[in-house]
């Protein structure tokens, strides 16, 4: 196994948690195509989920617990379909918490389309069910996080102090899937700069400031963000309004950075923002088997940039810190009057 990943060496190899898990649960997409959202035959590799092939994957990393964060979730036509669509999709993830004790966690996705639909899941998915987080896009409709057109939703993340895990997808302007340079796919490039230009938002609008309690986490190590952080505290006063230099450093300090993409080595990253903000990630399915453990797991095992109590901590120990019922086994709870009982985290 590349880098030790399924060996209990007590390095904490054998015990990682990846919080960069994509999930599209495959009863959801059952009822998706008989409800016209998605034609099965047209699905991206990355949303075609298989229980077997990613408990596979987790055992030959070396991951003890996932992070599921659900997929395809923007594509419903009104607030009662997004409603029951998210029924299911919480009924699928019950089934699999209660089938692997302790082996998944998920994130309550948001839907900024249907903005009562997502207090409504926020409320059986947060309150009820016991996700870990809430996952967001770094852009809709071309608006960027931080806009105040979020600030209902970050509102209702923050009153639970809740974890809000944000991911790109192709910049605003084009055709979604159109390369923005002909040849490279968007992933490559456009994807980091979607996740930079929702921090330096975040940023400059004051939204961690306004949200105390709201803790992000930025996936591929922030995008460009630490490589542009001195250039963001020298030409602050150039954005509108301007960005103190102080609000920059206390910023860096606050986000977390997951490790997919794979990791490029973690110098500059540790540098600027310290290794406890390190989160081990690593954007299954979307990458695969292959590239997880010949590329992401050894690059964080062998990244002179960490100590080894350091790699202990991204690979589980920072992710515990923000996130403390992670790896607890799911236990039942009392649904709300005519449900079913739900699953929690204890």
């Given at each position: 196994?590349?880098?030790?990943?399924?060996?209990?060496?007590?390095?904490?190899?054998?015990?990682?948690?990846?919080?960069?898990?994509?999930?599209?649960?495959?009863?959801?997409?059952e009822w998706a195509e008989r409800a016209g959202?998605?034609?099965?035959?047209?699905?991206?590799?990355?949303?075609?989920?298989?229980?077997?092939?990613?408990?596979?994957?987790?055992?030959?990393?070396?991951?003890?617990?996932?992070?599921?964060?659900?997929?395809?979730?923007?594509?419903?036509?009104?607030?009662?379909?997004?409603?029951?669509?998210?029924?299911?999709?919480?009924?699928?993830?019950?089934?699999?918490?209660?089938?692997?004790?302790?082996?998944?966690?998920?994130?309550?996705?948001?839907?900024?389309?249907?903005?009562?639909?997502?207090?409504?899941?926020?409320?059986?998915?947060?309150?009820?069910?016991?996700?870990?987080?809430?996952?967001?896009?770094?852009?809709?409709?071309?608006?960027?996080?931080?806009?105040?057109?979020?600030?209902?939703?970050?509102?209702?993340?923050?009153?639970?102090?809740?974890?809000?895990?944000?991911?790109?997808?192709?910049?605003?302007?084009?055709?979604?899937?159109?390369?923005?340079?002909?040849?490279?796919?968007?992933?490559?490039?456009?994807?980091?700069?979607?996740?930079?230009?929702?921090?330096?938002?975040?940023?400059?609008?004051?939204?961690?400031?306004?949200?105390?309690?709201?803790?992000?986490?930025?996936?591929?190590?922030?995008?460009?963000?630490?490589?542009?952080?001195?250039?963001?505290?020298?030409?602050?006063?150039?954005?509108?309004?301007?960005?103190?230099?102080?609000?920059?450093?206390?910023?860096?300090?606050?986000?977390?950075?997951?490790?997919?993409?794979?990791?490029?080595?973690?110098?500059?990253?540790?540098?600027?923002?310290?290794?406890?903000?390190?989160?081990?990630?690593?954007?299954?399915?979307?990458?695969?088997?292959?590239?997880?453990?010949?590329?992401?797991?050894?690059?964080?095992?062998?990244?002179?940039?960490?100590?080894?109590?350091?790699?202990?901590?991204?690979?589980?120990?920072?992710?515990?810190?923000?996130?403390?019922?992670?790896?607890?086994?799911?236990?039942?709870?009392?649904?709300?009057?005519?449900?079913?009982?739900?699953?929690?985290?204890?």
């Amino acid at each position: 196994m590349p880098g030790g990943a399924g060996e209990g060496d007590g390095s904490g190899r054998a015990e990682k948690i990846d919080v960069h898990h994509h999930f599209t649960a495959p009863q959801w997409v059952e009822w998706a195509e008989r409800a016209g959202v998605v034609r099965k035959a047209d699905l991206p590799w990355w949303a075609r989920w298989d229980e077997d092939a990613t408990l596979a994957l987790m055992d030959r990393a070396g991951i003890a617990t996932a992070v599921l964060n659900p997929s395809m979730q923007d594509r419903y036509r009104s607030a009662a379909q997004a409603r029951e669509g998210l029924s299911v999709l919480f009924d699928a993830l019950t089934g699999l918490t209660q089938r692997h004790p302790g082996r998944f966690a998920f994130l309550c996705p948001s839907l900024p389309d249907h903005p009562d639909v997502t207090t409504w899941a926020l409320q059986r998915a947060h309150d009820d069910l016991g996700a870990v987080g809430v996952s967001v896009k770094a852009c809709h409709d071309g608006v960027y996080l931080g806009d105040p057109s979020y600030d209902r939703f970050l509102a209702e993340v923050d009153e639970r102090s809740g974890v809000l895990f944000t991911h790109p997808l192709d910049l605003p302007g084009k055709p979604p899937g159109v390369p923005t340079v002909p040849g490279v796919p968007n992933f490559m490039c456009d994807f980091l700069l979607d996740t930079t230009r929702a921090a330096v938002n975040l940023i400059r609008t004051g939204t961690l400031d306004r949200f105390p309690r709201l803790s992000v986490v930025l996936p591929h190590a922030g995008g460009f963000l630490p490589q542009i952080a001195t250039r963001l505290e020298a030409f602050g006063d150039h954005c509108t309004p301007p960005v103190e230099p102080g609000r920059v450093r206390d910023a860096l300090h606050r986000f977390y950075y997951d490790t997919a993409g794979p990791l490029a080595p973690a110098c500059s990253l540790v540098e600027t923002v310290g290794a406890d903000r390190i989160l081990f990630g690593t954007d299954w399915p979307a990458a695969s088997a292959e590239i997880i453990t010949d590329y992401t797991v050894p690059a964080v095992a062998s990244d002179h940039a960490f100590t080894e109590h350091q790699r202990r901590g991204v690979y589980r120990g920072n992710a515990r810190r923000l996130m403390p019922t992670l790896g607890a086994p799911a236990v039942p709870v009392t649904g709300s009057a005519g449900t079913k009982p739900s699953m929690a985290r204890q």
